[in-house]
């Protein structure tokens, strides 16, 4: 496995390391890209495989979904997560972000308000607002360790204008696996406020040994009725940059809107996008994932240590993701003199947390998907940043 051999990935168009010096003035030269949410290391093999064949062939003409493809996202889903899925069920986005503005393209309209839980993934936001819609920001409770859902709360927020929910599951920043209980409290809220639940669950495959992820069609099967589920091998495999998703929507109305939107766009996914994902939703890519995990474990223990013996700093423990959620609230430091630190100091991109909405102000988010020697030098650097606190 591959995930500790380093690649240098400066000057290859990652967004993570080539745009860190604009968006965080940290140097590539020596500085550690751990912000956006992408791996550095090479993909499995098998999608590797998939994807020289068809360079080697050559031929880019138009290309279709096919059966196979179709049916290696059934097959993943039935394997990895017990959840039963029909192929037709299936369409193709370009990446979640792409799915998540069609949704709000296709569900909302101007003036329309749609639910977030906060701390969360700030492209919700953003996607919300950039739409002309409002966003109804509800914030999540932070319980020691984890967060949990307050929906009496949540419903006195509500303006009444609201269509949909945007839910992040596994939750991005702070990596938490939602029960099935909150997944039925949460698809409740939902039918009673007659809102269309758009389920991300782009994290669920990366779950950390001793924890299991529902996905909310196995937890809340009659919100089927009204859940649109994201998924993709984006994260799972570090092809993000193939820009394909999907969204799998068993509800025929809903999905049939859907499809009409898609058709009006002339969307069609890329041939290789297809094709890798193909390959990725296999036995070999689930081996590849396993490993992945433990490695990640490793990754996520050290950081965890390291960060943590600096007096102040605290790093959630992870459930899920690679992304560490890391409050410098206990140092007592402003939000700009701690950024400074890891920014200036520690020469290290990390993504802000006051972009993830209300709660997220003490935090930074570090990206662990990465080589065991990276992570030892990010420990490294950041003791060394704060040492004047130990
Ligand atoms: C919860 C969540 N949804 C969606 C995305 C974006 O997905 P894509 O790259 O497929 O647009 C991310 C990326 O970090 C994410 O964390």
Same mark, same amino acid.
């Given at each position: ?83 039963? *899925? ?90 938490? *696996? ?28 990366? *779950? ?30 570090? *092809? ?151």
């Amino acid at each position: 496995m591959t995930f500790n051999t380093p690649i240098d990935r400066r000057g290859t168009l990652s967004t993570k390391w080539d745009l860190m010096e604009k968006l965080y003035g940290v140097s590539p030269d020596d500085g550690l890209a751990m912000w956006t949410a992408d791996c550095d290391y090479q993909t499995a093999p098998c999608v590797r495989d998939a994807l020289q064949r068809a360079v080697d062939h050559g031929a880019f003409g138009y290309s279709w979904q096919d059966e196979t493809y179709l049916g290696a996202i059934q097959w993943w889903m039935q394997t990895r997560h017990n959840w039963p *899925i029909e192929t037709d069920w299936i369409l193709t986005t370009q990446g979640l972000g792409n799915g998540i503005a069609l949704c709000l393209d296709v569900w909302t309209d101007p003036g329309d308000a749609v639910v977030i839980f906060s701390p969360v993934y700030h492209e919700f936001a953003n996607k919300i607002k950039n739409a002309g819609r409002a966003v109804t920001e509800c914030p999540l409770v932070r319980d020691g360790d984890t967060y949990t859902l307050d929906l009496d709360d949540a419903q006195a927020r509500l303006t009444g204008k609201e269509k949909l929910l945007i839910w992040c599951s596994p939750q991005n920043p702070s990596g938490r *696996i939602w029960t099935a209980g909150e997944l039925r409290a949460l698809a409740d809220f939902a039918r009673k406020n007659g809102l269309i639940i758009v389920s991300d669950e782009v994290h669920h495959d990366l *779950i950390m040994p001793g924890n299991t992820f529902t996905p909310m069609a196995v937890a809340a099967p009659d919100a089927q009725d009204r859940t649109v589920y994201l998924t993709a091998a984006s994260k799972t495999f570090n *092809i993000a940059g193939q820009r394909t998703g999907n969204m799998i929507i068993p509800d025929e109305t809903l999905r049939s809107a859907m499809r009409a939107r898609l058709k009006t766009i002339d969307y069609n996914p890329s041939a290789l996008g297809v094709r890798m994902v193909t390959a990725a939703y296999s036995a070999p890519g689930a081996t590849w994932v396993d490993a992945q995990v433990a490695h990640l474990q490793g990754n996520r223990d050290l950081f965890d240590a390291g960060v943590n013996a600096i007096p102040g700093v605290h790093s959630l423990p992870l459930q899920s993701t690679y992304l560490a959620w890391v409050d410098f609230a206990g140092t007592g430091m402003t939000r700009e003199d701690f950024t400074a630190r890891v920014e200036r100091t520690a020469k290290i991109a990390a993504s802000h947390g006051n972009g993830f909405g209300a709660g997220g102000e003490t935090f930074l988010r570090f990206n662990l998907g990465t080589s065991r020697s990276v992570i030892e030098d990010a420990v490294a650097r950041l003791q060394d940043a704060f040492g004047d606190l130990q």
